[in-house]
Each structure stands twice: as structure tokens, then as C-alpha cells.
């Protein structure tokens, strides 16, 4: 069975910074493209970022860039999200995906909760 589990969110001031961790079970963890996606009240769930099963590809959407860091690490089986510099609008509930492909998002996360405020 496979379980990805997030932590590490909370409040946070703007400006600030928060590093997401999702750790994953239950799946051959290099043979996944893992994502952040993210969900605010009344918006429908957004890729944020996404890494290659090697790390060696990213995509950031154009509202992070620069300010936030997908890395994992596959003898861990985790992925991370570093995230800086934090706007009010980066206020969401994260949520860790993992997928053969980037268009084909298998197992979610139970999500975490980021608040930053102004």
C-alpha cells in the first residue's frame, strides 16, 4: 500500500520561509515523478512543482520560480519543497503527488496546511 505523507507546514509571517517534506512507502520511489500541487479556498488543486524520477528535471510554475526548490532524495525515499520568500497568496493546503508520468498522478498526500500571512 502506498502512503505519501506530508509535513512540515504551518504559519508563517510574508517573507518567510517553510521547508515541505513528503515522505513515501509502498512504491519503487525512483520509478515516480513526484509533485507538489497546492489548493486554496475556492480554487481548484495547481501543480506547483514537479521533479523527475532522477532529480535531474524540474518544473516550477511560473508563480514559484525563484522563490521555491523541489530536490529529493531517492536513498530516502523523500522529496522536499523549499519555500521562500512567501507571499500571502502562496496560502494553501500542499499536497505530495507521485506519478509514472507527470500527466498521470497515482498516490496522493493527505495535504498540509501553509499560511502565510501579511
Known amino acids: 500500500q502506498v502512503h505519501l505523507v506530508e509535513s512540515g507546514g504551518g504559519l508563517v509571517q510574508a517573507g518567510g520561509s517553510l521547508r515541505l517534506s513528503c515522505a513515501a512507502s509502498?512504491?519503487?520511489?525512483?520509478?515516480?515523478?513526484m509533485g507538489w500541487f497546492r489548493q486554496a479556498p475556492g480554487k481548484e488543486r495547481d501543480v506547483v512543482v514537479r521533479?523527475?524520477?532522477?532529480?535531474?528535471?524540474?518544473y516550477y510554475a511560473d508563480s514559484v520560480k525563484g522563490r521555491f526548490t523541489i530536490s529529493r532524495d531517492n536513498a530516502k525515499n523523500m522529496v522536499y519543497l523549499q519555500m521562500n520568500s512567501l507571499k500571502p497568496e502562496d496560502t494553501a493546503v500542499y499536497y505530495c503527488a507521485a506519478g509514472r508520468t507527470s500527466g498521470d498522478w497515482a498516490f496522493w498526500g493527505q495535504g498540509t496546511q501553509v499560511t502565510v500571512s501579511s
Open positions: 521533479i523527475s524520477w532522477s532529480g535531474g528535471s524540474t
Open positions: 509502498g512504491l519503487t520511489f525512483t520509478r515516480y515523478v
